[in-house]
């Protein structure tokens, strides 16, 4: 699942740190509920802070994409007499491209690879899902350079266009306040991405802000309970943290005149950051939910349909690429913006400027940091073997990269994942571990293993 985590490093002046995106937290079945009983809270409090919140919109729409065709059968040949390294199925080498990978079959449905795509930076690929092959998708990647502690902003929506049925990722909601107040502040105030708010808010009481604030206007809008989920932040792969709590809640509403039910989730988390100055310490705390999303379905239809939106949401994986991208501009904003504040400006107002800067100078910037990442990638880093980037493309294509003894590597479908040779070039796949080619065919067939 779509994610940002906070940096929690050292912190210059009052002014929130900058976020860094992780992407593509695998999320179980179990977690990616609230199946027990929940605490009731008919109450729906008003919550009087302005949330930053980007609609899930249409800057991309990924075509469904067609099946991969059976691993060929290729005939036994000599060493002397070798093809090019196989590649089963229907692929498209280069990222950026439709996706064109077959997904898996979950409750009777087939799934396809979809792309979130970053316009503003080239049409460089964030992440990559799963979803089902009828379903339609969108996404917005959002930047903005004038916010430079949280510069840019990821949602997306994958919805059956044959009902109610919806998952819905939304961007992080970040907030920040200071410990005492000195008053530089309003309430609803954005300061470098991050809202200004007296104090933060709890868990449930939040996230029912947030639902009151994209549901609000639903007919017959009611809360069925919220719940602790402990184990919420463990199961996204999140890093262990005394200060987040994983909390979903419940609702039903009626759409176009049909009743549904929505759940929503999130990872509720407040970083503590103290600065010392000439009136002594104070603290910025930094506040809000990553993780955020929710599934909606027919009334009394999710639960029988959870294993179709668990397996979009744990799907989710990033692309190592963009979020070096990110790393960079994130980088080059908090050296400009300190550099502003250096020249005399106060904080909106180097924020102001250089959002002026960059708009200015916005192709000069990018090509900047495309200099920087190449020069990175060009500079030896000591390792061997595949890099996350070889993985991505892999799992963008729909393909297992293996060991080959007839090739040294060669691809096959992921649809199938278990891949055997008889070390001449020819191959079987299967989904059973235990299908090994030797008890029924000819040949000492051996079980390729990934290649690292």
């Not at 179980?28 to 009087?48: C, E, G, H, L």
């Not at 949330?51 to 991309?60: I, K, Q, S, Y």
């Not at 990978?101 to 049409?123: H, L, S, Y």
Request: a positive charge; one cysteine or more; proline letters at 9%.
């Amino acid at each position: 699942m779509l994610q940002c985590q906070h940096y929690r490093g050292r912190h210059d002046g009052l002014l929130p740190p900058a976020a860094v995106l992780s992407a593509a937290r695998r999320i179980s079945d179990d977690q990616a509920q609230i199946s027990q009983p929940m605490k009731p809270n008919r109450a729906f409090p008003a919550i009087v802070l302005a949330l930053l919140f980007t609609p899930a919109g249409g800057v991309n729409r990924s075509a469904a994409a067609g099946e991969l065709d059976p691993a060929p059968q290729s005939a036994r040949r000599s060493a002397t007499d070798r093809p090019p390294p196989p590649t089963s199925g229907k692929i498209k080498p280069e990222i950026g491209d439709t996706p064109v990978g077959a997904g898996p079959v979950i409750d009777g449905v087939r799934f396809t690879v979809r792309q979130i795509v970053d316009r503003q930076q080239g049409g460089i690929p964030v992440a990559v899902f799963i979803a089902p092959d009828k379903w339609r998708d969108q996404s917005q990647v959002v930047w903005n350079y004038a916010h430079s502690s949280s510069p840019v902003k990821l949602s997306v929506s994958v919805e059956n266009p044959a009902n109610e049925e919806l998952l819905t990722v939304f961007p992080a909601v970040e907030f920040f306040c200071l410990r005492p107040d000195a008053g530089f502040y309003k309430p609803g105030q954005n300061i470098g991405g991050y809202i200004y708010t007296l104090q933060p808010m709890p868990p449930a009481q939040a996230l029912l802000g947030f639902i009151q604030q994209t549901r609000g206007n639903a007919s017959k809008l009611q809360v069925v309970g919220s719940k602790d989920l402990p184990e919420l932040p463990a199961a996204l792969k999140m890093p262990s943290s005394p200060n987040q709590r994983g909390v979903g809640v419940k609702v039903t509403y009626a759409l176009n005149g049909k009743p549904v039910e929505e759940e929503f989730y999130a990872v509720h988390y407040t970083v503590e950051i103290p600065y010392d100055g000439p009136q002594g310490r104070t603290w910025q705390i930094n506040w809000g939910f990553t993780s955020l999303h929710s599934f909606r379905a027919p009334e009394g239809a999710l639960d029988g349909r959870r294993p179709v939106f668990a397996a979009i949401a744990k799907s989710f994986r990033p692309n190592p690429a963009w979020r070096e991208r990110l790393a960079a501009i994130n980088a080059y904003l908090q050296q400009e913006f300190n550099r502003q504040l250096q020249a005399g400006y106060d904080q909106i107002a180097a924020a102001v400027q250089l959002s002026r800067q960059i708009s200015a100078n916005n192709d000069a910037m990018l090509a900047s940091i495309d200099r920087q990442l190449a020069a990175s990638r060009s500079t030896p880093s000591g390792t061997t073997g595949r890099s996350a980037n070889d993985k991505f493309s892999d799992y963008i294509r729909g393909v297992d990269t293996v060991d080959d003894p007839y090739y040294g590597t060669s691809q096959h479908a992921s649809t199938e994942k278990f891949h055997w040779t008889d070390g001449y070039g020819s191959y079987r796949n299967s989904n059973d571990p235990t299908a090994n080619p030797s008890q029924t065919e000819n040949g000492n067939w051996q079980l390729m293993t990934p290649a690292r």
